[in-house]
């Protein structure tokens, strides 16, 4: 059974309510349809379970398998089956199939009757609820009115009664310690409010004041933003924006999320509801708010535990080893409904959900994308491709014509130069050859990106050491940046402190073979890279020779797995051979099954 893709109604349904101090969504709707085909809702709009309207749990939390006393649902019993034996191999199960019991044992709200996954003896253990935050809340804030409820807390209005904010209206997220009865859960907020101490200083970021605690609750006070969030513009404008109107709201949250990326924090929560405006006029600056379910994430580190809100997840998550490119799926799915107003992926249920996620494509036939322009259909394309190593960064997308072409866009310092200039270092001289020829086919809007980032590295006489590198890095840096560790790319880079790199050399180094090889004119690229690299780099060559220069050991059967990469007309390095080395080599990627 396909899934319905049918145009968004006209009626604008109920905003989501009730969300609460960690991110949560306790929403409803009137979804009683089960079978029938029905059309994409607006956002706003919550799945039903069964084809009853249901509490819709988000965002949805998996335990990682790597803490302890932690059971992973691919593990647990009630996923378990009696031995059987088929002729081919199944898929694994649907992560979304013990989700609801994960969160609710997560934070210890399981009932008596309601299925659960065995929680081992961290029940018996008692949990240690001080965070050694201020505890003079009550002389330093007058606490008033609710603003906002969810189901572990909840949001005040609160007046600054003395110091440096005396007299100034704040927001103050309250959480209950009552409800805190995981040690995740306790982690959680420990988490959010170290990562809200270290990322400070963008424009588009929520204020934070500071953390405080009683023998009930935590408090966090934070800039107060009145304009309302996202979702209600968004719906109040009919369910869409102008291309126009959305480029200013895309470009503020590409600002922050790359500013967050560079300090290495991965929101993982991104969505509508998670930005506010700070006031109500129609140009007010956007703020990104909630880091309840952010993390650190270093360099070269996958994060693994299964987080976030259904309709915004990445693929990649749902896979379970995931980085900062999980945050640009969601402004790609924020971009699409602002464009069109309804969600690109959507099913009843939020196992269907995932499965649309995993599976399905975006609908760009239907209107109102056939009036829109190219640029920016290729821009939420770009953002939306479910392989992440093609996606486009934060950073990146600020340079896409659609942006670029209308805006005056300051673009930040972009973390991936650093990983990529990294893994050149390291390579072959045979595949940094291939590289520099791949340079040379760039186009003129490709080039952009790069001629920006050698910039922010503020070159000498057109040159770049690890000096620049680090002063460049050193600039933008917050605490988070080195409770993330992204300082530890610069130690692997220091081969260059004692020589120069130059542009030329700079683009053959930050060029991203996967991100080219997503694009359409990719078979233009490779082959007139190729046909470089015959003129000036192509050479006679061995397999051994070949497989001592990619570093493989004794161990590789070098004969198979390189056979297809040399001619044997004239023992030079094959078309073949050329793509799979600008890719980089690898033992595993070598003499896996292609």
């Known amino acids: ?70 059971i992973s649902f691919f593990n647990s019993p009630a996923n378990s089956t009696p031995r059987r034996f088929f002729k ?3 898929p694994p199960p649907s992560p979304a199939k013990h989700i609801k019991a994960v969160l609710a044992r997560r934070h210890g709200s399981v009932k008596p009757n309601e299925a659960s996954i065995p929680e081992g003896s961290e029940s018996e253990v008692v949990l240690d609820k001080s965070f050694g935050f201020s505890k003079n809340f009550p002389t330093k804030y007058d606490l008033g009115y609710e603003v906002g409820r969810g189901h572990f807390g909840h949001t005040c209005f609160a007046k600054c009664r003395k110091g440096e904010l005396k007299g100034q209206s704040v927001a103050v997220k309250v959480i209950c310690k009552a409800k805190m009865t995981t040690a995740i859960a306790i982690e959680d907020v420990r988490r959010e409010v170290k990562i809200l101490r270290a990322l400070t200083g963008h424009s588009n970021l929520v204020k934070f004041y500071d953390a405080y605690e009683d023998s009930a609750n935590v408090y966090i006070a934070m800039e107060l933003c009145e304009g309302g969030e996202l979702l209600d513009r968004i719906l109040s404008r009919g369910g869409k924006y102008s291309e126009d109107d959305a480029k200013t709201v895309v470009v503020q949250i590409l600002n922050v999320v790359a500013f967050c990326h560079l300090q290495g924090v991965v929101h993982r929560d991104l969505k509508p509801e998670n930005f506010l405006f700070t006031s109500k006029e129609e140009h007010a600056q956007l703020k990104a708010i909630d880091f309840g379910l952010s993390d650190f994430v270093k360099p070269d580190e996958r994060l693994n535990d299964i987080v976030g809100s259904a309709y915004y997840v990445a693929p990649e998550v749902l896979h379970r ?116 020829a791949l340079a040379k086919t760039l186009t003129v809007d490709e080039l952009f990106y790069l001629r920006e980032q050698f910039a922010l590295l503020e070159p000498k006489n057109g040159q770049v050491t690890l000096e620049n590198f680090k002063v460049a890095l050193t600039k933008n840096a917050t605490e988070a ?6 300082y530890d790319l610069l130690s692997s880079m220091s081969s260059l402190q004692s020589r120069k790199m130059d542009f ?41 020779e070949l497989a001592s220069e990619l570093g493989l050991g004794p161990a590789v059967p070098v004969h198979a797995v390189l056979h297809d990469w040399i001619r044997h007309t004239d023992g030079k390095l094959s078309f073949l051979g050329f793509v799979k080395l600008l890719h980089g080599v690898s033992t595993r990627s070598l003499t896996r099954p292609q």
């Open 1 to 70: 059974m396909g899934l319905c893709h049918g145009k968004a109604t006209n009626e604008l349904p109920k905003k989501e309510e009730n969300k609460n101090s960690n991110g949560i969504i306790e929403s409803s709707n009137n979804d009683t349809g089960k079978n029938e085909c029905k059309p994409k809702p607006f956002v706003g709009e919550s799945p039903s379970v069964d084809g009853i309207s249901k509490p819709s749990p988000f965002p949805f939390y998996s335990p990682s398998p790597a803490n302890n006393g932690n």
């Open 481 to 486: 940046m080195k409770e993330s560790h992204v």
């Open 504 to 544: 030329e050399e700079f683009c053959s180094a930050a060029i991203s073979v996967h991100q080219l090889e997503g694009l359409d004119r990719w078979e233009q690229h490779a082959r007139c890279a190729y046909e470089l690299f015959e003129q000036k780099g192509n050479r006679t060559i061995v397999i051994e």
């Open 321 to 436: 080893s995931y980085g900062t490119e999980a945050d640009v799926w969601s402004i790609g799915v924020i971009a699409y409904i602002l464009l069109c107003g309804s969600r690109p992926f959507w099913a009843r249920t939020e196992s269907g959900i995932f499965r649309a996620v995993l599976k399905a494509d975006p609908n760009f036939e239907e209107a109102p994308w056939p009036t829109m322009s190219s640029e920016a259909k290729d821009f939420v394309k770009r953002l939306l491709n479910k392989d992440m190593r093609k996606r486009m960064t934060a950073a990146q997308a600020l340079t896409h014509p659609w942006l670029r072409n209308s805006h005056t866009v300051k673009i930040p310092l972009d973390i991936l130069i650093y990983r990529l200039v990294k893994a050149h270092l390291r390579a072959s001289s045979l595949r940094r050859a291939a590289l520099k």
């Open 88 to 90: 081919r191999p199944f």
